[in-house]
């Protein structure tokens, strides 16, 4: 059976919180819901599944290979070419840390802001579902159904407090 | 709960306001709540709307940074160093104080929106934008310094970690090195860590532009919708670079300082620089983003409803605490140095005090801790946003004199007397005119091509804001939103 992408829009997170819990006494599954708004709404205010992000863990990574770099600048290269000054040690440990923490802290900040971009596929200019009355502050919620059952969530929803209930498609932004 | 909260929709409002007259808790944004496309619609006229005043001024900063920064600047490349006045015993002069000035000014970017996010302080919300771009700009001025000071500009490549051709790498050990990696990581972190909060509102301008603002805020936008994973993902890294970018601030500053105080020189061998260093950054920085603040109040429509008494406020509170702070560090530094008793430094205290530069000294504690310790315990005046500008350009303004006091006329003081020998800028003087310049026009420029305010940050945190009845009174409450 064909299916249609609805969005239901909001003026509050109640009413969304409701509407998506009617949705799925219809039989909607959260893989089939989005939800967008335009502040945060945490996931367990709206009654959705925790969403999953990779930043922290690629911030880490970022923060590994960083103090990784740090060693090799500061203890590495040192002996790459050995240049020995006044008896002084060849690569004293004390002003080392400084290097390793900056290289640290870099690579980390690198990595987490280019996990934004991975984990939220940015940038993204391909046509997408989208209202710009979300950044006004209404709240949108997507969800996709058998073209014949569109009448019936429109009703249910509708009652629940949506502004308005439609089919919709991609468009670019 | 609403997404357009409003605490006095309820039918305890009378009584609500029965009880605030004369503190009525509207006059705080939080509690002053509009409906998010009315605040939308605010933030896009302040862009939008320009005078020809705007113009008159763009136009004279514009020819200032021609002339002063890249003409100078060409000049001097051209004709070598000693167009400058840095020369025995002072090679190093306004360039480097320029350095640390403007690195001094972007300290309260960070401070204001990371330290201040850590601690979830809410008058933060409306001017965290305002100053990330000090932060910004500030430090583009920095490395600008840092280039102009070098000379032989082209070959600033030698520092960058590869090997010559003789396979040889640079030496990680210097203190100079620490510096081109905590300024470049600061640059970076502090660049990402501004753009990645706009993204939400560069949806916002792209769902309202036409024409080449809408391609423009379409590409910078990224495509962001504000799908839960995208909020998920942008939080999570916000929340990172909160934490993550403070001890990198601290670096910053501390590394500055070191720069002075692992040379074994009189005035500068000192070991309470790194946070003397961080907190007088933290001074001027305070300083400038109270005459930011002002000036986009007085000159850009609507601010005055995003940008309050109370901000003023508190950041004069924030302003008075920290002029404490410096003031302490100072003494500190001071007291043990001279309580030392080595022959040279006396020699340079006495020089500070006594010297012709006598009067930088004595206006340099003047407008550091007297005029703050003066004015900012009145609650008036922190709200009169003029006389806290005021203020801060007399802080900012001391703050250099400090600058200058550390490096070029300490510089005059050695242990070779028969060098000694004050510091007379030459073409220093219009390069710094031409950094002041270049700031200016980019946050000009700035306030036309990006929403200064958040507007998801303040909607956010009205939405979290109620009040609460406490026995006869109600009182302001604040929920986790996070």
Request: proline residues 6%; aromatic residues 14%.
């Amino acid at each position: 059976m064909a299916e249609t992408t609805m969005l239901a829009l909001f003026e509050d997170i109640d009413p969304a919180a409701d509407a998506i819990e009617k949705l799925h006494e219809m039989g909607v599954t959260d893989d089939r819901i989005n939800v967008i708004s335009g502040v945060p709404v945490l996931e367990r205010m709206l009654g959705r599944p925790l969403q999953w992000t990779n930043v922290s863990r690629l911030a880490l990574a970022g923060a590994i290979v960083g103090f990784a770099l740090g060693v090799f600048f500061n203890y590495g290269t040192p002996n790459l070419y050995s240049i020995r000054v006044g008896g002084q040690p060849l690569y004293p440990i004390p002003p080392g840390f400084i290097l390793i923490f900056e290289l640290t802290m870099l690579l980390a900040l690198l990595a987490t802001f280019l996990g934004v971009f991975l984990d939220s596929y940015f940038p993204n200019y391909r046509p997408m579902h989208y209202v710009p009355e979300i950044s006004d502050g209404k709240i949108g919620v997507f969800f996709k159904v058998p073209e014949d059952d569109q009448q019936k969530f429109t009703d249910a929803l509708s009652q629940l407090g949506a502004e308005s209930v439609s089919p919709t498609e991609a468009q670019q932004l | 709960m609403a997404v357009v909260s409003n605490p006095y929709s309820s039918d305890r409002k009378a009584d609500a306001l029965d009880h605030h007259d004369e503190h009525d808790p509207r006059q705080q944004l939080m509690f002053d709540p509009r409906p998010r496309g009315e605040m939308n619609r605010m933030v896009m006229e302040s862009m939008l709307t320009t005078s020809w005043r705007f113009w008159v001024v763009f136009g004279i900063l514009s020819v200032l940074v021609a002339v002063c920064f890249f003409y100078a600047w060409g000049y001097m490349i051209a004709e070598g160093l000693y167009v400058a006045g840095v020369n025995r015993p002072a090679y190093w002069g306004i360039f480097l104080v320029n350095t640390v000035f403007w690195i001094g000014i972007s300290h309260a970017g960070t401070f204001i929106s990371a330290i201040l996010r850590v601690f979830k302080a809410e008058f933060r919300r409306p001017f965290t934008r305002a100053a990330e771009l000090m932060t910004t700009f500030g430090l583009i001025q920095a490395g600008a310094s840092i280039f102009m000071h070098l000379g032989r500009v082209w070959l600033a490549y030698w520092m960058i970690p590869i090997p010559n051709v003789r396979q040889l790498w640079p030496n990680f050990h210097s203190p100079l090195m620490w510096d081109l990696l905590a300024i470049t990581t600061y640059v970076l972190g502090s660049t990402m860590y501004l753009f990645l909060p706009l993204i939400p509102d560069l949806a916002m301008a792209r769902d309202r532009s036409t024409g080449w603002r809408k391609t423009f805020y379409k590409i910078l936008a990224l495509g962001f919708r504000g799908t839960e994973g995208e909020w998920v993902h942008l939080r999570t890294a916000m929340n990172i670079f909160a934490f993550a970018i403070i001890p990198v601030m601290f670096s910053v500053h501390t590394i500055v300082s070191w720069d002075f105080a692992m040379a074994m020189r009189p005035g500068w061998s000192s070991t309470v620089f790194g946070p003397y260093f961080v907190v007088g950054a933290l001074h001027s920085g305070m300083g400038a983003v109270a005459i930011v603040l002002a000036v986009m109040r007085a000159t850009m429509i609507h601010m005055d409803y995003f940008i309050r008494a109370e901000h003023f406020d508190a950041l004069g509170k924030l302003m008075l605490i920290v002029s404490m702070a410096w003031a302490y560090f100072f003494f500190n530094d001071y007291l043990v140095q001279w309580y030392g008793g080595d022959r040279w430094t006396d020699q340079l205290f006495h020089y500070h005090e006594a010297g012709p530069m006598a009067w930088m000294f004595f206006g340099m504690l003047i407008v550091n801790i007297a005029i703050p310790w003066l004015t900012l315990w009145n609650r008036r005046f922190r709200q009169n946003p003029w006389l806290l500008a005021l203020v801060g350009l007399l802080i900012n303004v001391g703050m250099y004199f400090e600058r200058y006091i550390i490096i070029p006329i300490s510089l005059t003081i050695n242990r070779m007397p028969f060098t000694w020998r004050l510091y007379e800028p030459g073409i220093e003087i219009w390069l710094t005119i031409g950094t002041f310049a270049m700031f200016l026009l980019f946050y000009m420029i700035a306030s036309r091509l990006i929403p200064l305010v958040p507007v998801w940050e303040v909607q956010e945190g009205q939405m979290a804001h109620s009040l609460r009845k406490v026995g006869k009174v109600h009182v302001p409450a604040v929920s986790e939103m996070e």
